[in-house]
């Protein structure tokens, strides 16, 4: 199954894979086992098309598939002669545990044993001793991402949230540029509510803010019992809100919202202009600040910098920490290139890593991006990745934009050097004509010279959805073609951009 994943879906398949323990194939389907709640939610939720196309390449047969964790399975009562000997109960660690009537050990998916067991697989104590099965033996108690338990049943996955495995501290690359958010993500996640509270993390589009986030509910789940973590989108939260409105279930919303441990909330920026919903969250958060319920934030900009955002919430939002996400510096983007590809079970040559930190220096997402470009062409002309093959696979993935080395950050400079502003003021809600200008054409140079879409152009610059910045990109080609004078200023700041920096 392994060799079928990597072939058909390389970008999917990650190294922790190899962990993952087929059980038996029985009535249709496949059971593969998982090592944690949070890996089997993932597959399940992100994978299971693919697992599924292999086990059928694999076997032959129309199968499904089912991922399940330890604590799901029961294991069968060895029924043994009475004359027999009674073994020890020292049992050898390394000997294969026996799940649905045969032997499996921790073994690659490539070796899938597809026997069928006798009868299936129940959960009821009063079950397992009827028909010789006992339960697998209890776990300790682990945090509950409530999440997964809907606010609306007919919708059972309108709001759940997939952790991520593979974002966690541990495959968090820290530098300068991110070390003290790293540090006070890490002591929230170890002092819940008693750290920083609230601890809100702000930065460019692909920096690592939820990457941290994830870590921190993993550290939480896998660390404390019987604590409960709510994380989700700020859309989701207001498309909550909205749909509670309108149904008149406000009760339950602010019941479930306002009882919670932990609340944690990804693009908070986007309740800029959303009076109502920035009504309903400041009470929320009161609520939760006041029962020492820890908070987390995260959003494109620093609390004071989101337009058109109560102050009362501004206030609120620097009560506890507040930092900073940078972009990430050449010898971090070698490690973050080493660390993807490690999880991605890649090998790739030092002059190939220092290739990508170079061609690509934006923010991780696009390394990751790079990196799948290049793991999907070897995959398909199965050949060994190469300076060769990297140049063409990276060259494809950057694009035209990249051949001039023109970055965002390079856009910022060279705008706020030619009109005399400060990047704090671009980003900042003031409509001024004087920092309006610069910030329009800011996001007209982006938009022309670089890969980012309207909604990160606008996320970077104050929160600013992709209808401003689209409004931004018209304004100024509508004067230029009426205004030479600004048609001039344009390629001035073109012509700099084109130079080495």
Request: hydrophobic share 35%.
């Amino acid at each position: 199954m392994m060799d079928h994943l990597r072939q058909s879906h390389p970008s999917l398949c990650r190294q922790w894979f190899e962990s993952l323990v087929p059980l038996q194939l029985e009535s249709g389907q496949l059971r593969i086992q998982a090592e944690s709640e949070i890996q089997q939610q993932y597959l399940q939720n992100r994978c299971v098309e693919q697992f599924r196309e292999a086990a059928q390449a694999a076997t032959g047969k129309l199968v499904s598939v089912r991922f399940v964790i330890p604590s799901e399975i029961e294991i069968p009562i060895q029924t043994r002669d009475e004359d027999a000997p009674v073994e020890s109960d020292d049992e050898d660690p390394s000997s294969p545990v026996s799940y649905g009537g045969h032997a499996s050990a921790k073994i690659g998916l490539a070796e899938v044993d597809v026997r069928s067991a006798k009868s299936g697989v129940r959960t009821s104590s009063s079950h397992a001793e009827a028909d010789g099965r006992l339960p697998a033996k209890p776990v300790r108690t682990r945090g509950r991402l409530v999440s997964s338990d809907p606010l609306f049943p007919e919708d059972p996955h309108a709001d759940q949230v997939t952790l991520d495995p593979d974002q966690s501290f541990d495959t968090f690359v820290t530098g300068p540029s991110n070390r003290l958010a790293h540090a006070a993500c890490l002591a929230v996640a170890n002092k819940p509510g008693m750290a920083y509270n609230p601890l809100f993390i702000h930065g460019g589009v692909g920096l690592g803010k939820t990457h941290l986030l994830h870590a921190i509910c993993q550290h939480i789940l896998n660390t404390f019992g019987d604590i409960q973590i709510c994380y989700l989108s700020c859309e989701t939260f207001m498309s909550q809100y909205i749909e509670c409105v309108q149904r008149g279930l406000m009760n339950q919303f602010r019941n479930r919202y306002r009882h919670i441990d932990v609340l944690v909330i990804d693009d908070v920026h986007f309740l800029a202009k959303r009076e109502s919903s920035q009504e309903e969250f400041f009470h929320t958060f009161n609520a939760l600040y006041q029962a020492r319920k820890q908070i987390i934030l995260s959003s494109d900009s620093a609390p004071s910098e989101i337009p058109e955002l109560e102050e009362r919430l501004v206030s609120r939002f620097q009560w506890g920490l507040v930092d900073q996400v940078g972009r990430p510096t050449f010898e971090m983007r070698v490690a973050i290139i080493k660390s993807k590809a490690k999880l991605r079970g890649l090998s790739l040559p030092d002059d190939v890593v220092d290739l990508i930190a170079t061609q690509v220096d934006s923010h991780v997402r696009a390394l990751e991006g790079a990196i799948t470009s290049l793991q999907n062409v070897a995959a398909c002309r199965q050949q060994k990745i190469d300076l060769e093959l990297a140049r063409e696979a990276i060259g494809q993935h950057v694009g035209p934009a990249r051949k001039g080395q023109v970055t965002l950050q390079r856009i910022i400079e060279v705008v706020t050097e030619f009109y005399d502003v400060r990047l704090a003021d671009l980003q900042s809600r003031r409509k001024h004509m004087s920092v309006t200008e610069p910030r329009q054409v800011c996001m007209f140079l982006a938009r022309k010279l670089t890969r980012f879409s309207l909604q990160e152009i606008g996320g970077y610059f104050g929160g600013r959805d992709h209808t401003t910045v689209m409004h931004s990109i018209r304004k100024v080609e509508e004067r230029l073609t009426a205004d030479e004078g600004f048609t001039w200023q344009i390629e001035q700041m073109e012509g700099k951009l084109a130079a080495p920096a």
